[in-house]
């Protein structure tokens, strides 16, 4: 997988379970190790591969070959006609051991019945080591990571998964970019109230969410997965940024504490509450009772300056700092924009014609939207 940059990917990064992640890196189609898995599939010998640091290993190991030679598909494939385990090192470059009769803790529960998935099972509750278990007659692959089991499926079944979600995460977007540009809209003429913040960053959790779900799938995909990603990626633009803003906007106590908290509190909220408006409302910093729809509030202004186009963050934050609120900064002199840490003239008309097309943009896209 190639290294990806900006806001929304680092979202969806921090909210993926890092363990399971690079496991499913590590076996991604495209991958020396899938590679091995295949082939052993494709054999019906079934096979047990452990991967982790050898000497912390060592414990569970009985009997076995010492190999200590570099890892090939065509060599793993081969060594899986044994009985035993093959052992591998933690980043899987090289075969430690193979034909290794392994020995977790017997009194380690599992819900497993065959002997080689209940031995996966209990070695990865054990120990930190990735464990995938092959069924000779299934053909099913199984990792195990701190004591979880996650199946391998197939890729075209991953693709459809993922094209089904893809479908799913452009109608979210779409009503996302609608209830966006009536806040807009409502912003420009001072007429917000809590339940229209509310329904944006409810869209944007759901929007973020399915992404999420998303990124599993392309992680698991490998190299086959290059075109959902591209599409991803696009479907993703300006979400997490604009979350981010609207709760700078419009939580109730704006200090950075708070901010994080209650970035924090949504991604983490279960989905029934997330429906909950009263419980958006608290996260915020609002009376959960408040009765959102005839809830008056007011933007500071981070939203609608942030799509100003070449305004640095630190100039927006100074031009919140300054004005206190987004009325205020549409009512600004010229000179009193000017007299901003950071703008001038220059950008003090600039900023003036970039409020101005936005309100322009924003008629035309609520126009085509009707």
Known sequence: MQPRSGEELNELEARQEPRLVKALEMVAPGTAVREGIDNIVHARTGGLLVIGDPDELAFLFSGGIRLDIDYTPALVYQLAKMDGAIALNANATKIAWCNVQLMPDPTILTSETGTRHRTAER?????DALVIAVSQRRDVVSLYVDGAKYILEEIPAVLAKANQALATLDKYRTRLDQVSTRLTALEFEG?????????????????????????RYIVELGTEGRLIEMQLEETMVGVAGDKAALLHDYLADPVEDAFAMALDGISRLPHQDLLDFGRLAELLGYDRKVNTLDYPVSPRGYRILGRIPRLPKLVVQNIVREFRGLDEILAATDPELESVEGVGEIRAKDIREGLRRLQEINLVDRYLQT
Do not use: C, P, Y
């Open 123 to 127: 070695i990865s509750k054990q120990t």
């Open 191 to 215: 007429g917000v109230t809590l339940h229209d913040v509310l329904t944006v960053l409810q869209r944007a959790e759901l929007v973020t969410r399915m992404a999420v779900e998303i990124e």
